[in-house]
């Protein structure tokens, strides 16, 4: 069998999510060619050497110049902080390589265009890495939808809720700086209900955003008397209108304390309803007008079939998977597609098109008015 050789950039948080995948998928899944975990990369050189280590690599390297010009090299997985997708994915398809990118895709419009275009001219297989798509109940979502079940959908209603930073005294990590995340939980969590929205039920057309901030000041990393201003938003509230007609009714915040890593969707249509909820991801509710009278009500689908989406890879029916699950369906997926030189959504044009929302919202937030989504 083929081995494709993987160079990932990147090795904290998504870093360990991407490696536990590359190392799991062949495992499980019937792929076409065998991933090799070639080189991790990070700047401290003890940290990704460490990394490669606990995580499977063959080698660590401290430039991810080294990694994408490595002739060696078939893919490269990009898990940095925003503010170097552009850079790292734009160099590596000049550089013939394969793409898998951690979302947001850039910080801004311009660059994730940029992207799209390198990716396009190289001819290189590319894809963000918005693993929920992958959830077996999210894909399963979408096939009845698709298939009609819901029939006409009226409203979209999804919340993303984290509290990690509602302690004032939280430090000003990257991830709270405009200049390296572009924009705070909006392009970090809201941006993956938006994803959901367009993957379940389709294009946004206009939308109105109300973004806060809450804390406007925090503590330099490492120092207990310095503060530096945040320059992203805390909190956003969206209403949108979707191409087809549909409502969207949308909420992230890092500021909803209790909440860690809490997603819930409610899709209604003219047939029916779906819910899901994160914390529950093994399980779908589903409403059904057709059913009898006497007999309606949510019925929960247990989404752990071999008949349901990429789950009867793992355990016999019944028995749940879990988060981590998710990014090796989307590596399966994109190994996949590498082989056989298909795109894999989504793609870096999905990636651009979230962009446009996020922009859409951001200057509908600024200017207190609904916004058209270009
Ligand atoms: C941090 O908020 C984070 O790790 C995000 O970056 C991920 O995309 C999200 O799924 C979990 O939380």
Known sequence: MKTLNVGMIGYKFMGKTH???????????????????????????????????????????????????????????????????????????KAGKHVLCEKPLALNVAQAWAMVEAVKKAGVVNMVCHNYRRIPAIAQARKMIAAGDLGRIFHYRARYLQDWIVDPEFPLVWRLQSKIAGSGTHGDINAHIIDLGRYLVGELSEVCGYMETFIKQRPLPGSKTKKGKVTVDDAVITLGKFKNGAMANLEASRFAPGRKNHIQIEINGSKGSLVFDFE?????????????????????????????????????????IGYEHTFVHTIFDFIQAVVKGKSVQPTFVDGLQNQIVLEAIEKSSKQRRWVKVA
């Open 280 to 320: 529950d991801m093994n399980r779908l509710k589903y409403f059904n007008r057709a059913d009898p009278a006497d007999r309606q009500g949510y019925r929960d689908i247990i989404v752990t079939d071999s008949t349901h989406p990429y789950v009867g890879a793992w355990w016999p029916g019944g028995h749940i």
């Open 19 to 93: 490696s536990n995948a590359w190392r799991q998928v062949d495992k499980f899944f019937p792929v076409a060619a065998k991933p090799r975990l070639h080189t991790i990369c990070g700047r401290n050189k003890t940290a990704v050497q460490a990394a490669a280590k606990k995580f499977g690599w063959d080698h660590a390297a401290t430039r991810w110049q080294d990694v994408v010009n490595n002739p060696e090299i078939d893919i490269i997985d990009i898990n940095t902080a925003n503010d170097t997708h552009a850079e790292i994915a734009i160099a590596a398809a």
